[in-house]
């Protein structure tokens, strides 16, 4: 079997923090799904499947200049589908690797934004340093672990809401969050800031 290749900004480190469970795996799923197809947001851009689009919704202006660049050079402007091969551009990391492949492409590829980041932490870490190098990669392994079989384009954008809308950074709304029975961070207090 062919390595993964390491991602930008995911720094490698050992011992590993135990990951949930395959049960608390499924109920997290179930819960955040269930929470989406009611409360969701209908975002026009969520109705492409144009990586250029998907593109220009992640990123800024002028990595996106030098991105187009780099692929009409080296593919006819075609952005290529592939992980390693996205990560070999300059000015795409790996959230925005994994935002084109699960958003673009419609791959079962994981994400890991400022929102995503922020209720994964608070749903199974809940302590400690959220941007530590050792916590970036937990974090990146959770968003895999969590990732389901089918609807990943769905789970992904529902983290992405939920961080958004109801686990916001400042005062999130734990009383109406679908994730309250099982958030280690349960009620978010102030002095957690
Ligand atoms: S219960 Fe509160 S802290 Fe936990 S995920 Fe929900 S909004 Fe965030």
Same mark, same amino acid.
């Given at each position: 079997?062919?390595?993964?290749?390491?991602?930008? @900004? *995911?720094? +490698? &480190?050992?011992?590993?923090?135990?990951l949930? =469970?395959?049960? %608390?795996?499924?109920?997290? !799923?179930?819960?955040?799904?269930?929470?989406?197809r009611?409360?969701?947001?209908?975002?026009?851009?969520?109705?492409?499947?144009?990586?250029?689009?998907?593109?220009?919704?992640?990123?800024?202006?002028?990595?996106?200049?030098?991105?187009?660049?780099?692929?009409?050079?080296?593919?006819?402007?075609?952005?290529?589908?592939?992980?390693?091969?996205l990560?070999?551009?300059?000015?795409?990391?790996?959230?925005?690797? @994994? *935002?084109? +492949? &699960?958003?673009?492409?419609?791959?079962?590829? =994981?994400?890991? %934004?400022?929102?995503?980041? !922020?209720v994964?932490?608070?749903?199974?870490?809940?302590?400690?340093?959220p941007k530590?190098?050792?916590?970036?990669?937990?974090?990146?392994?959770?968003?895999?672990?969590?990732?389901?079989?089918?609807?990943?384009?769905?789970?992904?954008?529902?983290?992405?809401?939920?961080?958004?809308?109801?686990?916001?950074?400042?005062?999130?709304?734990?009383?109406?969050c679908?994730?309250?029975?099982?958030?280690?961070?349960f009620?978010?207090?102030?002095d957690?800031r």
């Amino acid at each position: 079997m062919t390595a993964k290749p390491a991602r930008k @900004g *995911a720094p +490698r &480190s050992l011992p590993q923090p135990a990951l949930p =469970a395959p049960g %608390d795996r499924r109920r997290f !799923r179930d819960r955040l799904l269930t929470w989406y197809r009611r409360h969701g947001r209908d975002l026009p851009w969520r109705k492409t499947t144009d990586p250029y689009h998907i593109l220009v919704s992640e990123i800024r202006p002028r990595r996106l200049q030098t991105i187009a660049r780099e692929s009409v050079a080296r593919y006819g402007g075609r952005l290529p589908a592939d992980e390693a091969t996205l990560l070999s551009f300059e000015g795409i990391g790996a959230y925005t690797a @994994g *935002a084109i +492949r &699960s958003f673009a492409f419609r791959e079962r590829a =994981a994400i890991l %934004d400022t929102n995503v980041a !922020r209720v994964l932490f608070r749903v199974f870490i809940g302590s400690g340093d959220p941007k530590s190098a050792a916590t970036k990669r937990h974090l990146w392994r959770l968003s895999e672990t969590l990732m389901p079989v089918r609807h990943v384009f769905d789970f992904n954008q529902a983290l992405m809401d939920l961080g958004a809308m109801v686990c916001v950074a400042r005062n999130p709304r734990c009383f109406v969050c679908p994730m309250a029975k099982s958030c280690r961070t349960f009620p978010f207090t102030a002095d957690r800031r």
